[in-house]
Each structure stands twice: as C-alpha cells, then as structure tokens.
C-alpha cells in the first residue's frame, strides 16, 4: 500500500498541523484520538471535525478510563491557572503536565501502526512553547522509537516504524504559519484547558495565552471566539 | 513512603510470580490489570483472586478498548493453534502476538507509577518460553526504561523509574519453582488462550503446553482443570 501514517490527533493546532504535513508529504492518513478527558471532551469534537475535514482514511476514538491519567490540572479537579506570565511557564513542569501522556498516546498509536502495517507514526509535540514537558522533547521521541523498533515485529522484521514529529523544533507561531499555507481549518481547532460549558475558550490559561500570541506573531487573524474569559476574571 | 511498586497482573503464573517477587522484596505492591481482551476474561478473573489473596495495596483494573489490539489470536477471531511441536514454536513470532502489547501495558503502569510516585515496575515477561515475542526481549525492557525515564517528570527531576523483569531469563519450570516457594497460588491463575465457556483450560494451546511442560520439570503438581480439551481435539 501507498506510504500510511497513524497522526495524533488531539484536535487542537499543532495536531491538526501534523496531520495537514502527514497529508501533504503524501502519507495516507489513520487519525487516532483518544478519548480520557474528564473536564474538556470539546476537542474531541474538534478532532472530529479536523478529521472529517481533512480526508484521513480512518480516524479512530479509542475510549481510555480517565483513571490512567491522575495528577494533572487536565483531568482532575485543580485549577487552571490563569494569566500566568511567560517566565513562569517556561521554567518549571506545568501543573498541566500529565504523567505518561505521550508514552501512552504514542504506545496506543504504536499498536495500531503495527496492526494496519504503517511504518510512520506523527505526533504535534513541540519542544519551544512546551519546554516544561519532558515527554515533549526529541530525546524523548527518539528514545521511544528506539524502543518500539526493539519491541515489534515489524522492527525486528526490518520494517522499522518511524516516529515523526515535525513541529517540534518550531514555534507556535511558526506552526500556525505552516498549518495556515497547508489550509487547516484553524476555527475548528480546541486549544482552551478550562472551556465554558458551551466549549469557548477562556483566553487566559497557559494554552490559550500559547495559542492568542502565536497567531498575533504569525501575524494571521485569530479565528477563535474567546467566550469564558469571564470566569476567569470573576 | 516505603519503597512502592506497580506491578502488571495479568493473572497468570508470570506475573503472580512477579508479584511474590515484589512483595518478597519489600516493594509496597499496586497490581495493574489491563481489561482488552474479547476471548478470555477469566484471566481478570484471576488476577483479582491473585490480588486479594497476595495482599497487594490497590488492585487497579483498567478498561482499554480492545480494538487497540488488532491482529491477533487473543483478541480477534483466529483459530488458536493446538498441539503445536515446540520447535514449532520457538522459531517465529507467534500468532498470539499482540502487537505493541507490552510498550501498552508498561506506558499505562508508568503513568500510574508516576502519579503514585511509585519508582518501580514489575512484569513478568520472560525471554525463554516465548522467544518469539520481541517485546518480551531484555533489550526491549531496558529501552523502555531509558525512554521512560526521558519523558516522565520524575526521571528528568532524578529520581529514575526502574523496571524490573525478575523472570526474563528464567524457564517455567524456574518460575514455577521460584512462586511455589513464594507461596503463590497456582491454582488461581489462568494461561489458557482458548478456554471452555466455563473458564477451563483446553490443554492444548501453547500457553497450556508450556504450563504443563513447566510444572512436570519443576516436579511440582500441576493444580489446572484441563477441562476445555475435548474441544481442542475435535
């Protein structure tokens, strides 16, 4: 079969940017997203428009106990922090950080690749704006496709899996440049951690600040509607 | 807190090997049980009568979607093979190979480990009795835990994630012989691959070849109710 790729896909920019390069490198695309989060499932309705939109082959929502995921602003009930400045993101782990994610995330795509005979995997991670996770960095991306080419047929067959990460030496305002000349439907995308119930963004978390100054330096309009942004403030 | 340890529980002999390993060694136990499999859940069975009666510390039993695992005897409708000769065996990877199966099961115990803060991993995988399984490797283990220990908080802040396959280089019959002494109950666990409807084991697949192979060279009774293998033979 042609070259296929399982992408990542979370719904927010930088997947959706993967997968609009997975696409335009020529790969035929498996979407996976998988499904954990108890306190913003808006991406996953993303993830599903991004997917519809995009023409992957297959785009797969692999349920997952939230249980697996403990300890994280993202699935459990800490607070969001806002309005945070930069410095202070940039020098410790967030409170966002999930223990295992992408070990997991990338570990469930792994299975899938090896089940259809994919040889390439792409994951949105991104070192710059993300310094703070660990499973965000290239060594860490290195490392695991050192390990999965240790630990699957196909690796031991001489059929190697090759992890792609494409944005993750890239700013995020290089990374809505690129998404934008490759046409990703940016309005679709969810970056927001702590949505209103309607799912619009609260503009003042760390991945909304992120993603309002990416599109101001790329200098493209930002199509999102920030809605919640007065929970914040009250 | 005192040294703590997830160790994955699948509910067969290796891992409550493993377990009496752990407990033996001083490691405040959590037992990981993943729930993936269509064709044989008497092996959760099992393992939540191995947890209770080996005196672990929470028995954690997480659901996957089982369609993360395609390809496969264990988990899709192919015929398990029966009777197979063991040269047979040893030569390829089997079909009960679950791709990406282990890189799954140890990503989900390193996100618990880390949000426990749990240093340690036990499983029971073993190089020997299935040689044909890459991810059952020593090389495969020790990449995981370089690749863990790049991408979890705990690794990057130095305190390194250990994971520890007390069996890799063992036969059955030495783990047979090492969970007897340790008082693990045999006949709690399940290794059959194509059980009776009531949970017998049918005697006859390669995973009940290699426990009955191991118990008659531990020169330990075998306590399993080969009940399923009528089936196998007709």
Same mark, same amino acid.
């Given at each position: 079969?042609?070259?296929?790729?399982?992408?990542?896909?979370?719904?927010?920019?930088?997947?959706?940017?993967?997968?609009?390069?997975? &696409? =335009? /490198?020529?790969?035929?695309?498996?979407?996976? =997203?998988?499904?954990? &989060?108890? #306190?913003?499932?808006?991406?996953?309705?993303?993830?599903?428009?991004?997917?519809?939109?995009?023409?992957?082959?297959?785009?797969?929502?692999?349920?997952?106990?939230?249980?697996?995921?403990?300890?994280?602003?993202?699935?459990e009930e800490i607070a969001v922090?806002?309005?945070?400045?930069?410095?202070?993101?940039?020098?410790?782990?967030?409170?966002?950080?999930?223990?295992?994610?992408?070990?997991?995330?990338?570990?469930?795509?792994?299975?899938?690749?090896?089940?259809?005979?994919?040889?390439?995997?792409?994951?949105?991670?991104?070192?710059?704006?993300?310094?703070?996770?660990? /499973?965000?960095?290239?060594?860490?991306?290195?490392?695991?496709?050192?390990?999965?080419?240790?630990?699957? &047929?196909?690796?031991?067959?001489?059929?190697?899996?090759?992890?792609?990460?494409?944005?993750?030496?890239?700013?995020?305002?290089?990374?809505?440049?690129?998404?934008?000349?490759?046409?990703?439907?940016?309005?679709?995308?969810?970056?927001?951690?702590?949505?209103?119930? #309607?799912?619009?963004?609260?503009?003042?978390?760390?991945?909304?600040?992120? &993603?309002?100054?990416?599109?101001?330096?790329?200098?493209?309009? /930002?199509?999102?509607?920030?809605?919640?942004?007065? #929970?914040? #403030?009250?």
């Open positions: 079969m042609p070259r296929a790729a399982v992408v990542l896909l979370s719904g927010g920019i930088d997947s959706a940017t993967a997968l609009a390069i997975a &696409r =335009s /490198d020529g790969y035929v695309c498996y979407a996976l =997203s998988v499904d954990y &989060r108890q #306190r913003h499932r808006f991406e996953l309705r993303a993830a599903k428009k991004i997917a519809a939109s995009m023409g992957v082959k297959q785009h797969r929502i692999i349920k997952l106990d939230p249980s697996v995921f403990g300890g994280s602003a993202l699935t922090p806002k309005f945070r400045p930069e410095r202070q993101r940039s020098r410790t782990i967030p409170v966002t950080y999930v223990p295992g994610r992408n070990m997991v995330l990338l570990a469930l795509a792994l299975a899938w690749a090896e089940t259809l005979g994919a040889g390439h995997i792409f994951i949105g991670v991104n070192a710059l704006d993300y310094s703070g996770y660990p /499973d965000c960095r290239p060594e860490f991306i290195g490392a695991f496709q050192g390990t999965a080419n240790l630990g699957t &047929r196909a690796g031991v067959e001489g059929r190697p899996i090759q992890i792609h990460a494409p944005l993750i030496r890239l700013t995020k305002a290089d990374i809505i440049r690129k998404g934008s000349s490759l046409g990703v439907p940016f309005g679709r995308t969810h970056s927001c951690y702590d949505p209103d119930p #309607r799912g619009r963004a609260c503009g003042a978390c760390d991945s909304c600040l992120i &993603r309002k100054k990416g599109f101001i330096e790329a200098g493209i309009p /930002d199509p999102t509607v920030y809605g919640g942004s007065e #929970r914040a #403030r009250g």
